[in-house]
């Protein structure tokens, strides 16, 4: 299993089966349901309906009050903003 084994999720969040599956595709690296994104429109779409992308095979990116959010054990962090996060090779929709 990848780091980290647990996450701090709200109870909201804890009940949410889209993060749920996200969280079993990231650490079983069972990638069969996710592609890269022709656009970055794709990723939003898939923020749009409630779901999550994953980065660089790494990370779960959510999309909450207008701010792309990691997760990692200890919650949900603001997304930095560099040159790598716009490759579409380094996101799964």
Same mark, same amino acid.
């Given at each position: 299993?990848?780091?980290? =084994? +647990? $996450?701090?999720?709200?109870?909201? !969040?804890?009940?949410?089966?889209?993060?749920?599956?996200?969280?079993? /595709?990231?650490?079983?690296?069972? +990638? #069969?349901? $996710?592609?890269?994104?022709?656009?970055?429109?794709?990723?939003?779409?898939?923020? /749009?309906? &409630? =779901?999550? /992308?994953? $980065?660089?095979?790494? +990370?779960?990116?959510? $999309?909450? &009050? #207008?701010?792309? !959010?990691?997760?990692? =054990?200890? &919650?949900?962090? =603001? !997304?930095?903003?560099?040159? #790598?996060?716009?490759?579409? /090779?380094?996101?799964?929709?």
């Amino acid at each position: 299993m990848t780091y980290p =084994a +647990y $996450y701090n999720v709200s109870s909201s !969040m804890l009940n949410n089966d889209y993060l749920h599956s996200a969280i079993i /595709a990231l650490h079983s690296m069972d +990638y #069969d349901h $996710y592609q890269i994104p022709e656009s970055y429109e794709k990723i939003f779409e898939t923020f /749009a309906i &409630g =779901a999550f /992308a994953i $980065y660089k095979e790494h +990370y779960i990116i959510g $999309y909450f &009050g #207008d701010k792309m !959010m990691y997760l990692e =054990a200890n &919650g949900w962090h =603001a !997304m930095p903003v560099n040159k #790598d996060i716009f490759n579409l /090779a380094h996101w799964l929709v």
